[in-house]
């Protein structure tokens, strides 16, 4: 859940007109963000416990390579 909602803010940080993220950081942002709101799951998001884990991982190593980027934007 954690990893989640830092891909929301993340999120906002993409579509932010006041801070001019690169490219290359709009596009990682909109690829995990999609497959997260997406319903083409690795695991489908209803199965009890595991159902977000992939959504997870996918948030977390898109997250990893952006965090010098999300602190300067906190």
Known sequence: RQRLNRLRT???LA???AWRAADE???RIAAATAYVAG???LIPDA???VGR???AIVADSVLRGLAGELD???
């Open 10 to 12: 993340a999120a906002c």
């Open 15 to 17: 579509t932010d007109a």
């Open 25 to 27: 950081v709009v596009e």
């Open 39 to 41: 319903s083409a799951d």
């Open 47 to 49: 199965l009890p416990t």
């Open 53 to 55: 884990l992939d959504d």
């Open 72 to 74: 300067a934007y906190a």
